[in-house]
């Protein structure tokens, strides 16, 4: 008789940010799923304890905290308190992050300053109270999301586009500095995904008519999608990718020229 193998992530545990909703939650679910032990964390104590009684009740060991990840000493703490708790920690998916759009030449300081504090800064604490526990022990993984963003500009979003550059050289850095001793860093870079962060922040027509018509897949990501390649990247499959920024992005930045998903050829021959 032949017994099933072990699931993927059976007697591991991994931090996750902005756990409660959008594509932290869909990491949280999926690495649950596939036996992980989860501590999340999120500004939002209301999803956050949503979620602790619905993966409570599948049989998933969870902790979670609600804290703005701004805040390097509640990180810190919070930690110590996954690994105390759930007796280790084997990676981190930071997936804290925010949108928010204006003209530069308009743009606040506090529009500036918040979108580099969380999606940047916080991402670095996250990394380094995490990257602390994985070093010691001389493994682990962590998976930065990032985004198309982090390839190119975009008008309105200079905050945003300098925080994904920015945090595509962290993951670089890291992975550069710490992969001699046995911690992975990586990240994302996902298109526009469907979670309320694209659904609140983007115009329907700007979605439909550049986002989605430069995509040669013709649709948004499902943040199911984007979770499967952050888990791949967490996984012993992914042990040799270190320092990558993965597209996840459905062909958007594989040709400058697309347009109607790839449909019009731009050739009089052609046409
Ligand atoms: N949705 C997309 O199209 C897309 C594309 C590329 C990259 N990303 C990146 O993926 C990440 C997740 O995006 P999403 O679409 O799931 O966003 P979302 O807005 O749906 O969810 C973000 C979560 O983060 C939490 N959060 C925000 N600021 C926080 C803080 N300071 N401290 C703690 N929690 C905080 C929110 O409460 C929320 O639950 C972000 O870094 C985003 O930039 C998203």
Redesign the pocket.
């Known amino acids: 008789m032949s017994t099933a193998p072990a699931p993927r992530f059976a007697g591991k545990a991994f931090l996750i940010?902005?756990?409660?909703?959008?594509?932290?939650?869909?990491v949280v679910r999926l690495l649950a799923a596939e036996g992980a032990s989860i501590a999340a964390?999120?500004?939002?104590s209301a999803?956050l304890a949503a979620l602790e009684a619905d993966l409570s009740a599948r049989g998933t060991r969870i902790v979670t905290a609600?804290?703005?990840?701004?805040?390097s000493i509640a990180t810190d703490a919070f930690v110590a308190r996954a690994v105390e708790t759930l007796g280790r920690l084997d990676g981190a998916v930071?997936?804290?992050?925010?949108?928010r759009a204006a003209r530069a030449e308009e743009m606040s300081d506090a529009t500036f300053a918040?979108v580099l504090?969380?999606?940047l800064t916080?991402?670095f604490y996250s990394c380094r109270a995490v990257g602390r526990v994985l070093l010691a022990q001389g493994s682990g993984a962590i998976v930065?999301?990032?985004?198309?963003?982090a390839k190119g500009g975009q008008p309105g979003r200079a905050n945003?586009a300098a925080?994904?550059w920015g945090?595509a050289g962290l993951t670089k850095s890291l992975a550069v500095e710490w992969g001699h001793r046995g911690v992975r860093v990586n990240a994302?870079?996902?298109?526009?995904?469907?979670?309320?962060?694209?659904r609140?922040?983007?115009p329907p027509p700007f979605l439909d008519g550049v986002m989605l018509d430069r995509t040669p897949l013709g649709r948004?990501?499902t943040?199911a999608e984007?979770a499967g390649v952050i888990a791949f990247l967490l996984s012993s499959e992914a042990a040799y990718i270190n320092g990558a920024v993965l597209e996840v992005d459905g062909g958007l930045t594989a040709g400058f020229l697309t347009h109607r998903h790839g449909a019009d050829f731009a050739s009089k021959s052609l046409v």
């Open positions: 940010t902005g756990a409660a909703r959008g594509i932290g939650e869909a964390a999120d500004l939002d999803g609600s804290f703005d990840t701004r805040d930071p997936c804290a992050g925010i949108a918040d504090g969380i999606n916080g991402v930065n999301l990032a985004s198309i963003t945003y925080s994904k945090l994302v870079a996902p298109n526009g995904v469907d979670t309320p962060m694209i609140d922040g983007v948004l990501a943040p984007v």
